[in-house]
């Protein structure tokens, strides 16, 4: 096969990109992201900022954008996100307790509707356990109480029952660390309860401070032993060396419920960490990482 695209759906899996709003004038940008990925992240049009600025009143504009560009070009959409400590409009910063609480599960139901039926999966909750510890990470949301996450989940699989539901995290790649062993335990304790969850998305973002380790292997069939699909949905790494990129599509290759690969971004200069140049594209150029990925795939 001669795309991401279409290599990675020789074993039914998809290979998708964020997607900025923006950049879609760019011809240059559209060319590479419509010929090679399959699935299509909005990078930040659909965060709660973007989508309900003031209480009740949802604004899906560069959303939609995204949205129906995928549409069109015959792409899927992973929903990003739901329900995140970061990203938060002011009004939502100033509300606690039982009205926070209203406010995502609002929020969730009003964004998800507007979707219905049309998003593959949802990041419903992003990035909710602390960096160290395994416990959660502190926010407006956890301090309603422990049980937000479900609650999330709950109104989420009422408001789009067709859309898989997944938890989404950073830093849980590295099977031995303290956080992956708390989200793990999280969604182990999920399907024990039957609180709705369908996957979890490993962001993947790996540098110096975070770097790829061989048991990602191993953290993508514990995850899937529990009964849940992986995904890796925010793929970079820095210097993008050609190898890291193979051993990464081969951990997915490996397990049968990791059913897809995004990278978080088109070319070096689209990435948000663009002096990392973590990408597979530089310019209109395929890089190493990018013959390395296609052949792994
Ligand atoms: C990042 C975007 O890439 C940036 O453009 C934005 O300024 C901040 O957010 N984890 C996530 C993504 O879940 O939403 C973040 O995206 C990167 C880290």
Not at 161 to 189: E, F, H, S
């Amino acid at each position: 096969e001669s795309t991401l695209g279409a290599a990675a759906a020789q074993s039914g899996r998809y290979f998708g990109t964020a997607i900025s709003a923006g950049k879609l004038g760019d011809s240059a940008y559209t060319t590479i992201a419509n010929r090679e990925f399959d699935m299509v992240t909005p990078e930040n049009e659909m965060k709660l900022d973007a989508t309900e600025p003031a209480r009740g009143q949802f604004t899906f504009t560069n959303a939609d954008r995204i949205h129906s560009w995928a549409v069109q070009n015959g792409k899927r959409v992973r929903g990003h996100t739901l329900v995140w400590h970061a990203a938060q409009p002011g009004w939502l910063q100033s509300l606690s307790g039982s009205a926070l609480r209203q406010a995502m599960i609002d929020h969730i139901t009003g964004v998800m509707d507007h979707y219905k039926g049309t998003i593959y999966a949802w990041d419903v909750v992003n990035e909710a356990f602390a960096d160290s510890g395994g416990g959660r990470r502190d926010s407006n949301f956890q301090r309603t109480g422990d049980d937000w996450i479900e609650a999330a989940f709950r109104a989420a699989r009422a408001a789009d029952p067709a859309a898989k539901l997944c938890y989404n995290d950073y830093n849980i790649d590295n099977w031995t660390a303290a956080k992956t062993q708390g989200v793990y335990t999280m969604v182990r304790d999920f399907k024990s309860r039957g609180v709705p969850i369908d996957c979890v998305g490993l962001q993947a973002h790996f540098n110096s401070g975070s770097p790829y380790n061989s048991n990602f292997r191993t953290t993508i069939s514990s995850f899937a032993a529990l009964g849940v699909d992986v995904q890796i949905t925010e793929l970079d790494i820095q210097l993008a060396p050609a190898q890291t990129y193979a051993a990464v599509v081969n951990d997915c290759l490996a397990v049968a419920r990791c059913t897809g690969i995004t990278v978080w971004g088109v070319r070096d200069q689209d990435s948000w960490r663009s002096s990392d140049t973590p990408l597979l594209f530089s310019g209109s150029n395929k890089k190493p990482a990018y013959d390395a990925v296609l052949n792994a795939l």
